[in-house]
């Protein structure tokens, strides 16, 4: 008999974690190592949300807070949710969670069952997968390959759903690719789920705060299908709050309902005094989310204009995120030393070894003719990363 349980074994390790990991160590060797593999903000904490957490630790939070979050937090979520999607929650139809990923997990256990169908759109976010092995559903993966943007189109949806479809999971704007659906895409895909009354859409929308086309736009705007939309938000990414691990749900109170139920047997309400912090992120002033993503748009024109400088890769114009996913194929079965570059995993670990680069192959991704960077990092590591990884590449033959 195994030690272990075959739901652990079925599953992989996080791949933008390996990688990060694997960075850390050749750095403590010495190495300098440029990590464009994780995808976090490189930004500080603003102050002012920092402070609110300092208030909360003298003001003693720090007993259990109700499962599903406080109630202040709850109340400005829908606030935010009112202002700046014009969306209609109540407070009960929030779930604060530790984190975004905690959040995604809850919900696809809360409804997937056995054999159930989740429609995944691919490339995808390396978790999602596991998450729907975990509840024992079955993945179904719709490819969007660069020539469309890596983004799926209606009828691709519709081509996917069976009477076993219970979900789409939606991420826009997209980690890994950086895409955004435009409001008219949206529409579009919302029509079709519209003609299928048992398939719901968690929409994450983590991203939110980082894209380049102006307004967020929420595919829970559509009011046919807004009783089957979860979305997954939280302010890890946009008020540059990775570690405080804050997420929630705005969901259908039944699914509201079944995670706080879920999350009281197994984790309990997140941490009291992150919650305090992650109230002033969205009652204070919004100003630091426009310049951090200022600086990331900034960002993204520079590693695209010097990708584009290197010959064989095919790079996306990403509108949102901090993620640029360059198709790479043209390098597959080249070569360094005598050894074969076989996969994007080991274009990613040569650009490692050989350049100190670290980036992640799109394998992990459903993309294995990609990689992937996250640019959030300065102007400078950008410029150098990207002219050690053309040296790099120029050196395969
Ligand atoms: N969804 C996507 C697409 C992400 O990139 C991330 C960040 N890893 C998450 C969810 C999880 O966010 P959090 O750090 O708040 O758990
Ligand atoms: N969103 C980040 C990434 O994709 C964080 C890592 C993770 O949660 O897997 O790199």
């Not at 179904?140 to 979900?167: C, N, R, S, W």
């Not at 109230?279 to 520079?302: H, I, K, N, P």
Request: aromatic residues 8%.
């Amino acid at each position: 008999m195994e030690l272990l349980s075959t739901r652990l074994l079925a599953l992989s390790p996080s791949e933008t974690f390996a990688m990060a990991q694997k960075s850390n160590e050749l750095k403590a060797q010495g190495f300098d190592v440029i990590n464009m593999s994780v995808g976090e903000p490189d930004f500080y904490t603003p102050d002012h949300i920092k402070e609110a957490a300092k208030k909360a630790v003298e003001d003693n939070f720090s007993f259990y807070s109700p499962v599903a979050g406080f109630q202040d937090l709850k109340k400005a979520i829908c606030e935010k949710l009112q202002r700046e999607n014009n969306l209609e929650y109540t407070p009960a139809q929030i779930v604060v969670s530790g984190g975004a990923k905690q959040s995604l997990c809850n919900v696809i256990l809360s409804i997937i069952d056995k054999d159930d169908e989740v429609i995944i759109p691919s490339p995808y976010w390396v978790s999602y997968p596991e998450m729907v092995k975990l509840a024992e559903g079955k993945s179904v993966y719709v490819h969007a390959g660069i020539e469309q943007d890596f983004k799926i189109t209606p009828q691709q949806l519709e081509e996917a759903i069976t009477p076993k479809t219970k979900a789409l999971i939606l991420c826009s704007p997209s980690n890994p690719t950086g895409s955004v659906y435009t409001k008219n895409e949206l529409a579009a895909l919302a029509a079709v789920i519209e003609k299928h009354q048992n398939v719901y859409i968690i929409a994450d929308e983590i991203y939110e705060h980082i894209n380049y086309i102006g307004e967020h736009e929420s595919i829970a705007q559509f009011t046919k299908i807004f009783d089957r939309v979860v979305i997954v938000n939280g302010v890890s990414k946009g008020y540059a709050m990775t570690g405080w691990r804050i997420g929630w749900i705005a969901a259908p109170q039944l699914i509201a309902s079944a995670c706080t139920m879920l999350q009281g047997q197994y984790t309990s309400g997140p941490s009291s005094i992150s919650q305090k912090a992650a109230l002033a992120a969205y009652t204070g002033d919004q100003s630091c989310v426009g310049e951090m993503r200022t600086a990331f748009e900034r960002r993204r024109s520079l590693i695209v204009d010097l990708l584009r400088e290197i010959p064989g890769l095919n790079v996306n114009n990403p509108m949102g995120a901090f993620y640029v996913f360059p198709e790479c194929k043209s390098y597959l079965g080249k070569s360094f030393n005598g050894k074969t570059i076989e996969t994007a995993t080991d274009v990613a670990m040569y650009l490692l070894e050989e350049a100190h680069v670290a980036c992640v192959g799109g394998d992990a991704f459903g993309a294995p003719g990609c990689i992937r960077f996250s640019y959030a990092t300065s102007d400078d590591n950008i410029k150098k990363a990207i002219a050690r990884v053309k040296t790099a590449l120029e050196k395969l033959v």
